[in-house]
């Protein structure tokens, strides 16, 4: 059987700047928790399309302000998980956020609190959540290029990160 090879062209970022300092408690299948805590989390991308007739996927130095917002977005912020189904938030009058899950009650500023459309605050889920807002700006950026293949990875620690990875069907 002959078979032909495939080419494809991509860019890998991983800038010391794509980084977001946040808060979160992870809830366990059992319904336990970890206690709010925080982690300095690093993102890279790596990013597959066609070569442009100017030898370029996309301009390095226009995919990386996207997500370098993008970063900035989250830092410092408090990440919840909006559509978790027994954590519950509410916007006081007082300018401050309740967040309960179970038990546990928590108040703090609503500006310092940041909910997310995911149901956990895993590194998973902040890829997921990650991946397909990077994919949503960059058609917007970029409406001319197909992203073939995205993949984000958000580091919690060293050497441990949740991964997401969009492929274009062929």
């Known amino acids: 059987m002959d078979t032909q090879p495939t080419e494809?062209?991509?860019?890998?970022?991983?800038?010391?700047?794509?980084?977001?300092s946040s808060a979160h408690f992870l809830i366990f299948p059992d319904g336990t928790t970890e206690r709010l805590h925080g982690h300095n989390y690093r993102v890279s991308v790596d990013l597959e399309a066609a070569l442009g007739e100017h030898g370029l996927v996309i301009d390095f130095l226009m995919v990386k302000p996207i997500v370098r917002a993008m970063c900035d977005e989250l830092d410092e912020h408090w990440l919840v998980p909006g559509e978790h189904q027994e954590l519950t938030y509410e916007a006081?009058?007082?300018?401050?956020?309740r967040v309960q899950y179970r038990e546990l009650r928590y108040l703090a500023p609503t500006g310092d609190i940041l909910v997310l459309p995911i149901n956990n605050t895993s590194s998973e889920n902040l890829?997921?959540?990650f991946?397909?807002?990077l994919k949503r700006r960059l058609a917007e950026?970029?409406?001319?290029?197909?992203v073939d293949m995205l993949r984000v990875s958000v580091e919690?620690?060293?050497g441990q990160r949740g991964v997401w990875r969009f492929q274009r069907r062929g």
């Open 127 to 129: 890829a997921t959540w």
């Open 156 to 158: 919690e620690t060293s």
């Open 131 to 133: 991946g397909h807002e």
């Open 141 to 146: 950026s970029f409406p001319d290029i197909a």
């Open 8 to 20: 494809t062209w991509g860019l890998e970022i991983a800038k010391e700047y794509f980084k977001f």
């Open 92 to 97: 006081q009058d007082d300018g401050h956020t």
